[in-house]
């Protein structure tokens, strides 16, 4: 059980719009701690995607944004395209056990 | 460019110990937070511990505190964890990685992680 909820899955046709929710608590996310996202490809290390909330890091495409409200963050990815179909992790600092960080279970995306 | 190899991974018996390194290259080493975070097989990230650019801080997740041990050498740009009383929920790639800003002591995302090392606890 992750402190940090995702859906297991989404799936999208290539071109349209698919958003992944990091849903929190009061001690991470509603706390007002920054939600990071990172996509992990098939057999790869993850890759730094959004950092605080909405950036970009330099070459990472536009198509990628992030979104954050209360104890929630959202991952939206738009114009979907087949290099996309990856695993998406939330991630966020949590003040309860002494401070550590935190992961969401991770979402699968299914490009169809 | 930034370049973080893992290496020491293997097969280590419950109960045994394992000491896994992280070479650091392409950045002043010394100047950075780093973590370790590991994956479980068909499992998602759970994070391991952080140590801080100078050493003087460490924090570890409570399913391996007491067990697990960061520490990091800034003159060989080296970042090490030595696992010990492993189990078998230890089974994981471990991967390092490497804090976004210099200098910072304070919870910022991971921006360069390495291609992990695989560490197997079965006897």
């Known amino acids: 059980q992750s402190v940090l909820t995702q859906p297991p899955s989404v799936s999208g046709a290539p071109g349209q719009r698919v958003t992944i929710s990091c849903t929190g608590s009061?001690?991470?996310?509603?706390?007002?701690?920054?939600v990071h996202w990172y996509q992990q490809l098939p057999g790869a290390a993850p890759k730094l995607l959004i950092y605080?909330?909405?950036n970009r890091p330099s070459g990472v495409p536009a198509r990628f944004s992030g979104s954050k409200s209360g104890t929630s963050a959202s991952l939206a990815i738009t114009g979907l395209q087949a290099e996309d179909e990856a695993d998406y992790y939330c991630?966020?600092?949590?003040?309860?056990?002494?401070?550590?960080?935190?992961f969401g279970g991770g979402t699968k995306v299914t490009v169809l | 460019q930034v370049q973080l190899v893992e290496s020491g991974g293997g097969v280590v018996q419950p109960g045994g110990s394992l000491r896994l390194s992280c070479a650091a290259s392409g950045f002043t080493f010394s100047r950075y937070g780093m973590n370790w975070v590991r994956q479980a097989p068909g499992k998602g990230l759970e994070w391991v511990g952080y140590i801080r650019f100078d050493g003087t801080n460490k924090y570890y997740a409570e399913s391996v505190k007491g067990r697990f041990s960061i520490s990091r050498d800034n003159s060989q740009n080296t970042l090490y964890l030595q696992m010990n009383s492993v189990r078998g929920e230890d089974t994981a790639v471990y991967y390092c990685?490497?804090?976004?800003?210099?200098?910072?002591?304070?919870?910022?995302?991971?921006?360069?992680w390495g291609q992990g090392t695989l560490v197997t606890v079965s006897s």
């Open positions: 990685a490497k804090l976004l800003d210099d200098f910072w002591s304070g919870p910022r995302p991971f921006d360069h």
């Open positions: 009061s001690s991470n996310i509603g706390a007002g701690f920054d």
């Open positions: 991630q966020a600092y949590d003040s309860s056990l002494s401070g550590s960080w935190v």
């Open positions: 605080d909330n909405t």
